[in-house]
């Protein structure tokens, strides 16, 4: 059995520690939760039977296997590569992090000296592993859209000052990749996973679509080269106490949980 700790204890993070004890209890223990707000990590943590955290080293101490971030970009950026010099394996979910490539060169480097891996979720969507495909076949057009409700976008810093229609569907933004997950931090995590598996960071483009009459976060990505041409649709509800988020995303880390621990892989 492996342990398990959490980073952020916000409602991924719960609704990824109830699916860990209800369905992987036989291969992974949550051993600890860390957040800022100690009455946020008291209330995830009781209900995983894990300890508390609200520093790093506390919560490095109990010695997990595997830490999943659940938190922010900037916790990534704080805390990532101390995770992984003291030995853990890292799952990041906030995935627009490694568009910074300092960060991220940094993350691999600590990763290969430490011989522990950084694993990247599906998140939201689905067929990194196809995108990985595409990216062994030579260079490939790739198209992201991201369609959501006026809520799920609200507060985005793309979008300071200006009112969003609460009645025309529109596209708000169209751009690379860097820019996208800058001006929209919480929304286009799944460009920056899409692009990063098909490697074309610097060639992707990104669209956002704000449309009032959506109930669904819907991501499409295109994958275009010489011989092969793909396209994945995924719509999910957003978290209700989260629209920002799709619920899935938490679905999809213990996915990935199952996966390393399962003798069959699937990839």
Not at 46 to 66: E, G, M, N, R, Y
Not at 223 to 229: A, F, I, K, V
Request: hydrophobic share 40%.
């Amino acid at each position: 059995m492996k342990n398990i700790a959490v980073i952020g204890a916000g409602a991924l993070s719960k609704i990824f520690c109830e699916q860990v004890q209800k369905q992987l209890s036989q291969q992974y223990n949550i051993v600890a939760v860390m957040a800022r707000n100690i009455e946020h990590a008291n209330s995830l943590a009781q209900t995983a039977s894990a300890l508390p955290c609200t520093t790093i080293d506390q919560f490095l101490s109990v010695k997990p296997d595997i830490v999943v971030e659940f938190a922010s970009r900037d916790a990534v950026a704080e805390y990532g590569e101390t995770v992984l010099k003291a030995g853990c394996d890292l799952v990041v979910v906030s995935i627009g992090a490694l568009s910074n490539d300092t960060l991220k060169k940094g993350l691999e480097t600590a990763a290969q000296e430490a011989n522990r891996k950084i694993y990247v979720p599906n998140g939201a969507v689905g067929g990194l592993d196809l995108m990985q495909t595409f990216a062994t076949m030579g260079p490939c057009k790739v198209e992201i859209q991201n369609t959501k409700a006026p809520k799920s976008l609200t507060g985005a810093p793309y979008l300071k000052d200006k009112v969003l229609s609460e009645t025309e569907a529109e596209i708000l933004f169209e751009g690379d990749v860097a820019a996208a997950i800058n001006g929209f931090p919480k929304n286009v995590n799944v460009a920056v996973a899409s692009a990063l598996a098909s490697e074309s960071m610097n060639t992707a483009t990104v669209r956002v679509k704000n449309d009032p009459e959506t109930t669904r976060n819907t991501h499409c990505i295109r994958l275009t080269n010489d011989l092969m041409q793909a396209q994945l649709t995924i719509s999910s509800r957003p978290d209700p106490a989260n629209p920002k988020s799709s619920t899935s995303t938490a679905y999809s880390v213990v996915a990935l949980l199952k996966n390393l621990a399962n003798p069959i892989q699937f990839f």
